[in-house]
C-alpha cells in the first residue's frame, strides 16, 4: 500500500511490501545491505556496535510488512481498540524477543556465524530501554507483549524519555545515581512519525464566546510543543502480528520562541526550547511516591492528550460519529498517571467537537478503565489546585463541574451527609486543595480494578470503600501476569527445553498446559534432570556477575533472591536482620551451624534517589556484605551479594538461578508483586507473606511448596488497633536483639555507632511496615527452609511444582481477564 493518491507506474511499487527471504541468505544479504548503506560501513571495518545496528535493522525489516498489515487490518476492519495508557514501559532488550517471535533465532545467528559474527556478541551491546521504575511499568511491557500474542488491536500509548531508569552504582556501599543515555548508541526499534506529530498546549486562560447563539468556553493556551511519535513494533509470538508502541518525544514547535520568549534576542530564543525539550527528557526514578512537581504533569498531559489526539485523528476514520467512541476504544489508565485524560476527552467532546456535556460524559465513562496499583495513602497521586489550574486551566474547571454533579448524586443517594461529601469530593481541602486523581479515575472509570485478589478487597473495603458501596459493580480484580515469553522461553531456554521435550511447543502460548509437569514430579529422573538445568543456571549468573566484576557463586549454595525496588514497605531491613542474626548465630555459636544451609543472599534493587531511608538500607545491606562475606568464621556458609543496576537484563539471569523467593513485605501492603510469579514460574520456592498475589501463588502451588510467614492483614490492622510498640518485640526477643544490637554496635560500620543509627532508632520506635513485630515468625520459616533444602529430593519437587502450577500467572490469562471483565474487546480474524 504505497499511499495510491501518487499513481505509481513502476511496478515494484504497485507490488505489496515484502520481507526480506526468511532463509540464510535472506537475512545475511539484508543485515549486509544494512550495515552497508545505513551504517556507512563496511564488513571489515564495521565495528560491534555497527553489526549489532544492521542486525536489529534487518530484524526490523522482517516485522516491516507485517506491521504494515496488521495497520491496513485494523483499519478496514474498525475492532474496537485496546489504548493502553502508560507512563512506563519497562522493556528490557529488545533483539532476543523479536528474534524470538518472528522464528528467527536461528536464521539470524547462523547468517551472522556466516559472517564471521557470533551473535552471542552482539546481545552484549544492546541498552535495555528502561522506560519505567519496577513492577508498573514492566507490567506494562508485559502486558503489550500478551496483547499481540493474543491479536488483540491495541496501542500502547507512553513517553519515550531520553533519560530512563538511572545507572545505579555504588561508591563505598552507598547508591550512586548516573543518567542512563540509552540513546547514545542509536536506537534501531524505534522510528519517528514527524508527520503524525501533535500540537500539545499548556497554560493560559478561558474564555466563554458566543457560538451561533450557544455559549461556549474555549481555552487560550499560552505556549504549546509539539509531540512527535515514535513507533516500535511489539511482535506477537509466532502468530505473524505486530503491534505499536507509541512512544512521545517533546519537540519546540517553530513558534514556540516567538510567540512566548520573544526578547529580540536570538540565542536566548534558540535556549528556551530546550524548556519545551525538557518535557521527554527523564523519568521520574520514584516508585510509588509521586513528587507532585510541574514537569511531571507537563509529561503527563503531554503524552494522554497527544494520544487521544491522534487515536482520534489517525486511527479512527474521518467522517467517525464519536457519539459512538465506546464502540471504538478502551482507555486503560495505568494507575493514575494518565488520569488527566478524562478532562482531555470531555474538553475535546464539548469545546472541539461541540457535543452536550451530558453526551459527552456518557461517552467519556464508557471510554476509561482504571487499574490501580497501589495501598500506600502516599502513593495515591494529588495535584495541588493552583498547579493545574496554572497549567491546564480549562481542565480544572471541567475537573470542578464533573465534580459537582458527582456530589450532587452522592447526595441524591445519601443524603446530606457532609462528612461523605468532604470524604468522597474529587477535590480534597487538607492540607490544601488538591485533586484527588484516583478519585477522579474511579468516578469517570467504566471500571476500577486492583491487581491481586486481595489488593481488590482492600479497594474495595478501605482506599475506595464509599465508591465501591455507591458503585458495587463498578469495581472487579484482575490479577496482574508476566509474560512467559520473556521471563521463562527466553531467559530460561534449559528449562524451556526441558519442558518443551515433556510437553509438546503449546505451553508457550497457553501456559496451562505446565500442570502437565505434575506428575513428573514424583519421576526420579525428570528431577534430577530439573535440577541439572538449575544448576546449569547458577553457573550462567555467576558467569554473568563475574562479567560484572561480582565474586562468582558458589556451586553448593542456595541461591536467596531478594530483587525489587528498595521500599521500607517491602522490607528488605528484614532480610538483612535475618542475615545479621544468621551470621551472629553462627559466630556466637547459638546456632548449629551444620542445621545452616550454605546460603548465597542475592539482592537487587534501585532505591529513588529523594529517599534517605531507603538508600540508608541499600548502605546497611552492602555494608553486612562486607563483613559477612569477608569473616573467615562463615566462610564458605553466607555470602551477600549485591550487583548494583538490577535492571531487567540482570533479573533473567537472575531469576531461573533462584531457589528462593524473597516475597516478604508487610500484609496489606504491596498491591500484587509480579517478581514473585516470575520466581515461582522459575522453580524458585517463595518464602512471604499473605500479601498481593503472593496468597494466590500459595493456593496454587499448597501450602507444602511455599513458606508462609508474619501477620495477616487482619492482624496488622488489630497490631496497629492496639498501639504497636515495636521496642517491645526488641526487648522480648533475644534473636532480634542480639541482631539490632550488633549493628547498633557500629559493628557494620568499623565501629562507628552514628553511621546506622537513624535506621536503627526508626526500627526501634516507629517501624511503620513491622518488621520488628513479624521477625520471629520470619526467622522460623527460614529454618523451615534450612530443613526443606538438606532434603535435595523434596526441594526438587517442591520446585517442579511451582513451575507445574504458575501457569495461572501467565500475562495472556490476565489479558483475557482484561476482556472478559473490563475491555470487552475482541481478536482481528
Ligand atoms: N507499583 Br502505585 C509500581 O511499580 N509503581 C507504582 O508507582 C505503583 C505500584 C507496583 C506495585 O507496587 C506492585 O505491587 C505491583 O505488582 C505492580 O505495580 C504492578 O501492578
Known sequence: DNTPELRPTHPLALAPVVAPAASVDGFAKQFLQNLNFDQGVTLSTSDVNDQYLALAYTVRDYLMARWFDDRAQQK??????????????????????????????????????????????LRQVEIEPGLGNGGLGRLAACFVDSLATMSIPAIGYGIRYEYGI???????????????AWLRMGSPWDFAHPEAAQTISFAGTTETYDDEGVERTRWVPEWNVLAVPYNMMVPGYHNGRVNTLRLWRAVATNAFDLHTFNSGDYVESVRAQTFAENISKVLYPEDSTPQGKELRLQQQYFFVAASIADFIENVLPEDFDLENLPERVIFQLNDTHPVIGVPELMRVLVDEKKLEWDAAWAITQKCFAYTCHT???????????????????????????????????????????????????????????????????????????????????????????DFATMWPDKFTNVTNGVTPRRFLRLANPDLSALITEALGAGWTVDLERLRGLEALADDADFRERFAAVKASNKRRLSRVLEARGETPLSDDHLIDVMIKRLHEYKRQTLKVLHIVSTYEGIVTGRLDVDAVQPRTFLFGAKAAPGYGMAKRIIHLINAVGEVVSADERVQGKLKVLYPANYNVTLAESIIPAADLSEQISLAGKEASGTGNMKLALNGALTIGTDDGANVEIRKLVGDDNFFLFGMSEPEVEALWADGYRPAEFYQRDERLRSAIDLIASGAFSDGDRTVFEPLVSNLLYEDRFMALADFSSYLDAQERVDAAYADQDGWVRSAILNVARSGYFSSDRAMRDYLDRIWHATPVS
Open 375 to 465: 495501598l500506600l495513602p502516599e502513593a495515591l497521586e494529588v495535584w495541588s489546585v493552583d498547579l493545574l489550574g496554572r497549567l491546564l486551566p480549562r481542565h480544572l474547571e471541567i475537573i470542578y463541574r464533573i465534580n459537582d454533579e458527582f456530589l450532587l448524586e452522592v447526595r441524591e443517594r445519601f443524603g446530606d451527609d457532609e462528612m461523605l461529601i468532604r470524604n468522597m469530593s474529587i477535590i480534597g481541602e487538607h492540607p490544601s486543595r488538591s485533586v484527588r486523581m484516583a478519585y477522579l479515575a474511579t468516578v469517570a472509570g467504566s471500571k476500577v480494578n486492583g491487581v491481586a485478589e486481595l489488593h481488590s478487597q482492600l479497594l474495595r473495603d478501605n482506599v475506595l470503600k
Open 76 to 121: 478496514a476492519q474498525q475492532n474496537k481498540t485496546v489504548c493502553y495508557l502508560s507512563a512506563e514501559y519497562l522493556l528490557g532488550r529488545q533483539l532476543d524477543n523479536n528474534l524470538l517471535a518472528a522464528r528467527l533465532t536461528d536464521i539470524a545467528t547462523e547468517a551472522l556465524a556466516q559472517c564471521g559474527i557470533d551473535i552471542d556478541d
Open 166 to 180: 538511572f545507572r545505579q552504582a555504588f561508591a563505598d556501599g552507598q547508591q550512586i545515581e548516573q543518567p542512563d
